[in-house]
């Protein structure tokens, strides 16, 4: 899995639970509700005004170790 911007939170954590903590680091703690789960990198990161950009490479550097 590469994951982008576009890419749904759920689907993360669906695929590779271990990146819940690089979520809960930028600020975003309900990552269990419905809401979360169906938004995507771009638009959780608009939201707690961090980078899109930083995350997903933080993302998929953790999914491929």
């Not at 789960?37 to 999914?63: F, P």
Request: charged letters at 20%; aromatic letters at 4%.
């Amino acid at each position: 899995m590469e994951i982008t911007k576009e890419t749904l939170i759920g689907d993360i954590l669906d695929f590779a639970p271990q990146t819940a903590p690089y979520f809960m680091e930028m600020g975003m703690h309900c990552l269990g509700c419905p809401a979360s789960r169906g938004e995507s990198i771009e638009e959780a990161c608009m939201v707690h005004g961090v980078s899109a950009d930083e995350l997903v490479t933080k993302l998929n550097a953790a999914i491929a170790e």
